[in-house]
Structure formats: structure tokens, C-alpha cells
């Protein structure tokens, strides 16, 4: 089937630029503007949906192409990266603005006008990220454009102080890092402004070693800063996605920050210079890529545990979970760039596992922030020291936080066990040869259990627990369907993912295929196999299942090892005869349970906070 994959990614743009268009000419009918958005991005999203499997599954690989547009042309490439990142894109666009429809309603005092305006050129700006093919004119307007819609998203709220102070720092930061990346054309000789990555790498190969450092220091710097590498992360991340409107924290997170991951990965694999004079280290890359991510893992991990706002929270969380992403592509560029030929192909699963990841904090991520905003749109707070019991209220939006929750944290069968599993063994399995390896993957195992102590704190400050009985002054009730269903869609992926990650594997195989010049495919033929062969030639085979892959295999194992464990207590609770009776709580010695003396967010885990705080982010009481 022939497919015209420019057509259709311009008639997307153009279903995107239109909605921007017409939302000030029915900004009065408000329910109408909801719709209308909604409408105009799902039909764009599905779109560029059905191209980006066409691009993966059944296109040839794609080049480069020059488009003309009257006085300027712009190189653009679709292929099988690009065509993953845009459907991440698309489809939580489309669960956003289906979410946004009824969330948007508890803005009374706000105009909807601007929020409908920035938010299809906020995902036309990250749809052009990823497909503009050059670092200059291509990418300054479709970084501006995502930069600016999005900075008027994050200050709709515009008549809070704090509001308007975190979308100032985001938008001056975004910035920086756009000029950082825009230099890189600039030092290297022979490249015009408006030339594509082939032949800003035909050049740079040209150069001297220092420049080449240079070149790829200022990506880092700038494509770090997008994704929230620590340290930068922290200058800016937090503030402005904990006071965003929900649907778009869900974006920023969940989709945004991985447009950095992108660069990173666009840079670091494709961009790679060739030449007799031009000796890249690409193992000191590689550590250096993996150190910045277990810093940014453990670091932003343990900042978030320390927070009593629930969104800043999942803030600093999303911090800690771009550090795996990032310490797994270093990884693999470490590995498959070493001299040990041994170990070469687990660089290819460490970055698999990376963009698996991707995909799974995408949903899972977004599920939270939604999820947050549910308790925000309910309550009217998201103080989790205010919060609490939430469950007998919202017992649907609580299974829904429950399963974000358990994804997150890595425990199987969700999905975020299948992509940490996948990056923390390959890193434990390579340390036979790089001892450094097998640490950073200790610690990245470590801090999964840190998440789990987040979304335990999370989960129970805001759902169980008690708190809202004394401290939210309004009516608490389940959000209505139109935002439970945005959710469920997303519930439905964490378990899917989870149970099915062999399925996910293919694709992101098939997207590297249909991705040619990278380095991890160079680095591949070296071993005389596909990256197929060498990925499904890495399993870890469980005992008595030897036919089937780990993938499928950890998750059944442990599935049956839950199941074992919950019959053999039953068993043993049945041995006993005994019999059940409902008395009043142990309240420590207090007679009554009430807002004084119930336990508060900010005291769970307080030695281990206090133990850390050497790690910043810090929340004085």
C-alpha cells in the first residue's frame, strides 16, 4: 500500500492550525470550544496515527526530504524513531483533550479561549520536533512554537503569583536550551543555516576533535534541559508542571520531556561523525550519559518522596523517570562501543528498554496527572496533608490512581516492571564485564523501591487514610464519565503493556529497522545478526518454561508466585478456625481519631527524609 507520508503529516498540521484558528470565533460558547478542540486533535492525532504504523510496519525506510514552502524549504524525516515519538504524541493529545472537556468546566473565572488557542500549537509544535530534519530554521520554529503555546498553558492561571513565576522561569530556560542547540550549526565550517543532520555530520566529521566535544557538549546541555536531566530538571520542571492546568501536566510529562529524549537520541545515534581525522570516544559519551541518568533517577526519586504537593510530587517523579531513559541509553552506547565483544549486544536491549520506557511513562505518568486532577477538580486542593479517604468517595478514579501507582513503582504485571526490568538486567548482566555497570544498575533497582515509597505516600495520603472529612470544605463525588474514561483507556495500557511487553518489543524493533545510520545498527552488523536476532538472542529463561522469553516469563512467574502466596495464607487463616470481629482502630493512645491527631503526609518516612536531605528539594514545614 502506498501511503503519502508528508501528505498526511501536513494535512495533521493543517486540522491542528485550524483548530488554533477558529477557537477565538466561539470562545463564548464554552462547551462548544471543548468539543471543538477535541474533535480537531483526535481527527489530527488519528491521522498521524495510522501513518506512523504504515511509516513502521509497512513503508520502506524513509530519507530526508527538502519541502518547499514558498520563500523557505525545511528538511523533514518521518522514519521508524520518528514515527514512534509521534505516536506517543497522538495518542495522549487525544486522552488530554478528551479530559479536558469536563475538567476545563471548574475554570469559572478564566476566558477558555487562550487554552484552546496554545493547546493544538502545543502538539503541533512537538509533532514538528520530531520530524524536522535539520537544527536551525526547522527546529527554531517548531521549538518556539511548542515553547510558547505551552508557556501560555502553564500561566492560564495567570492571577496566581506562583503561577506566573513558574511558567517565567520555564519559558527563559526553554530558551537557553533552544540557543544552546541552535550554536551547534554555527561551529561547524561548510554548514548553511537550514542544512539537514546529514550534512551537519558530513561536516562535522571535517573538524577537529575539540569542536566535535563542543558539538556534542551544547546537545546534551540543550536536549538535557528539555528532558530534565539533573541537575537541570530541577531549576525549572517542577514549578511548572505542578501548576499547569492537569491536562497539561500529563503533557509535559508524559509527552513533552521526551522530546528532549528524542534530541538525545537523534544526536547520539545518527549524528556521528566519520573521517580519518575524527576519533569520537563514544564510551566516554556513554558514561557520562549513564551517570547523569542514575544521578537524575536517584536524585529526582528522592525529592519526590519528599513532597506534600501531590502535583509537584509527580513533578520531581517524572525527574527520577527520564533518568532511567537516559542512564539506559547511555548504557548502550557504552556497551556496544566497548572492546568487549562479549557483552556488545546488550547494548541494543539496554536501549530498547529505554524507549520502552518512554512509552510507558508516557502512560503511566499521564494517568497520574490525570489522576491528580481528579482529586484537585473534586477536592478543590492537592495538599496530601488535607487529603485522605478519598477511596469511599472516588473509588473508580482511586482503581485508576492504584494501577498508575503500582506501574510506576515497577511491580509486576504492570508496566513499568516489564521496561525496568529490561534496563536494570541488561546493566546487572554487562557488570560481569564493567563493574560500573552492575552499580549504577543496583542503584537504579534500589531507587525503584524509593517510587514505591512515593506512590505509597501518594496513594494513601490521598485515598485512604483520613483527612478530607475535616479539612475539604465541599461536596466530595466520583468525577463524571467524561473524565473517568480518558483514564480508563490508560489504566487498561499500564496492564496491557505489563502482561504483553513482547508485543511493544517487536514494535521498537521494527521502528529501529525502518530507522537506517544509526549507530546501534552499525554496532549490530558487527555481530553478524539483525537487531531482531541479537535482542530475542538476550533472554533470561525462567526454569520449566524454557520455550518462553523472559519478557512473557517474569511476569507469570510472578503472577503465580501472588497467587501462591494469597492460597497458602487463606490456608493457613483457614487452619485456624478463626473467626473475624470489627473493633475500634488503635489510635497510639488517643481516645479519638481527629484532624489533630491523625497521621499526616508530612510524617511518613521522615527519618529517611531527614537522612537525605542532602539531596535538595527539601519541604519546610
Known amino acids: 500500500m502506498n501511503v503519502d507520508i508528508y501528505g498526511n503529516l501536513f494535512a495533521a498540521f493543517i486540522l491542528l492550525f485550524i483548530s488554533a484558528a477558529c477557537a477565538p470565533f466561539v470562545a463564548i460558547k464554552r462547551k462548544l470550544l471543548s468539543w471543538l478542540n477535541a474533535v480537531f486533535v483526535s ?92 537544527l536551525s530554521l526547522g527546529f527554531t520554529i517548531s521549538w518556539q512554537l511548542m515553547t510558547i503555546a505551552s508557556f501560555f498553558l502553564i500561566r492560564f492561571e ?102 528532549g529524549v528524542y534530541g538525545i537520541l537523534r544526536s547520539f545515534f545518527w549524528m556521528v561523525p566519520h573521517g580519518d581525522g575524527v576519533h569520537v570516544d563514544w564510551t566516554f559519551w556513554g558514561m557520562l550519559l549513564a551517570s547523569f541518568g542514575v544521578a537524575t533517577l536517584f536524585i529526582g ?60 511513562h508516557a502512560i503511566f505518568k499521564g494517568l497520574l496527572f490525570l489522576s491528580s486532577g481528579s482529586i484537585l477538580y473534586a ?39 516489564a521496561s525496568k526490568w529490561t534496563i536494570i538486567s541488561t546493566a546487572v548482566l554487562a557488570g560481569k564485564a564493567y563493574l560500573f555497570l552492575a552499580i549504577f544498575g543496583i542503584i537504579a533497582l534500589f531507587t525503584s523501591a524509593i517510587t514505591l515509597s512515593c506512590y505509597v505516600k501518594f496513594f494513601g ?57 544509526s549507530v546501534l545498527e552499525v554496532a549490530v552488523m558487527e555481530t553478524g545478526k539483525t537487531i531482531r536476532e541479537v535482542t530475542f538472542g538476550v533472554q533470561v529463561w525462567s526454569p520449566g518454561i524454557e520455550s518462553v522469553p523472559s519478557a512473557i516469563a517474569v511476569p507469570i512467574v510472578v503472577l503465580l508466585l501472588i497467587a501462591v502466596a494469597v492460597a497458602f495464607g487463606y490456608a493457613v487463616k483457614s487452619s485456624g478456625k478463626t473467626s473475624e470481629r470489627t473493633v475500634p482502630a488503635w489510635l497510639g493512645g488517643y481516645h479519638d481519631l481527629h484532624n489533630v491527631t491523625r497521621y499526616k503526609n508530612r510524617s511518613m518516612f521522615a527519618a529517611f527524609k531527614n537522612a537525605l536531605r542532602w539531596t535538595g528539594g527539601n519541604v519546610e514545614e
Open 379 to 417: 477536592t478543590g486542593t492537592k495538599d496530601l496533608n488535607k487529603l485522605g479517604g478519598l477511596l469511599k468517595f472516588m473509588p473508580v478514579s482511586a482503581l485508576f490512581a492504584g494501577i498508575a501507582s503500582l506501574a510506576i513503582s515497577g511491580v509486576p504485571p504492570f508496566s513499568g516492571f
Open 301 to 360: 526519586t528522592v525529592q519526590s518522596m519528599k513532597q506534600n504537593d501531590a502535583k509537584r510530587l509527580l513533578a520531581y517523579s517524572s525527574i527520577g523517570q527520564i533518568g532511567y531513559i537516559v542512564f539506559a541509553i547511555g548504557a548502550g552506547i557504552f556497551i556496544f562501543n566497548s572492546t568487549n565483544g562479549a557483552v556488545k549486544f546488550f547494548g541494543a536491549v539496554a536501549v530498547i528498554g529505554a524507549v520502552y520506557h518512554v512509552l510507558n
Open 43 to 134: 481527527l489530527a492525532s488519528i491521522i498521524v496515527l495510522y501513518t506512523s504504523y504504515q511509516i513502521i510496519f509497512e513503508a520502506p525506510p524513509q530519507a530526508s526530504r527538502l519541502i518547499n514552502f514558498g520563500l523557505f524549504s525545511i528538511y523533514f524525516l518521518v522514519d521508524g524513531l520518528s514515527a514512534f515519538f509521534l505516536s506517543v504524541i497522538a495518542f495522549m493529545s487525544i486522552v488530554s483533550a478528551l479530559y479536558s472537556i469536563k475538567y476545563m468546566e471548574h475554570y469559572k473565572d478564566y476566558s477558555l479561549t487562550s487554552y484552546y488557542v496554545n493547546y493544538p500549537l502545543f502538539v503541533l509544535g512537538m509533532m514538528g520536533i520530531v520530524t524536522v530534519d535539520d
Open 158 to 259: 495567570k492571577n496566581d503569583v506562583k503561577v506566573k513565576k513558574g511558567a517565567n522561569k520555564y519559558l527563559v530556560l526553554m530558551e537557553l536550551a533552544w540557543l544552546f542547540i541552535v550554536i551547534v550549526p554555527f561551529l561547524i565550517p561548510n554548514v548553511s543555516f537550514g542544512d539537514s543532520l546529514h550534512s551537519i555530520t558530513f561536516n562535522l566529521a571535517k573538524t577537529s576533535q575539540g569542536w566535535v566535544y563542543a558539538v556534542f557538549g551544547l546537545l546534551l546541555l540543550g536536549f538535557g534541559f528539555k528532558a530534565g536531566i539533573f541537575p537541570f530538571g530541577q531549576l525549572w520542571l517542577p514549578d511548572a508542571h505542578s501548576v499547569a492546568p492537569s491536562p497539561i501536566s500529563a503533557m509535559l510529562s508524559g509527552v513533552m520531556i521526551k522530546t
Open 461 to 517: 495520603m490521598a485515598f485512604t487514610s483520613t483527612g478530607s472529612e475535616w479539612d475539604v470544605k465541599k461536596s466530595i463525588h466520583e468525577v463524571s464519565i467524561g473524565m473517568l474514561f480518558p483514564k480508563f483507556l490508560l489504566a487498561v495500557l499500564c496492564l496491557v503493556q505489563g502482561l504483553f511487553p513482547i508485543m511493544y518489543y517487536k514494535l521498537i524493533i521494527a521502528m529501529f529497522e525502518k530507522s537506517k545510520g
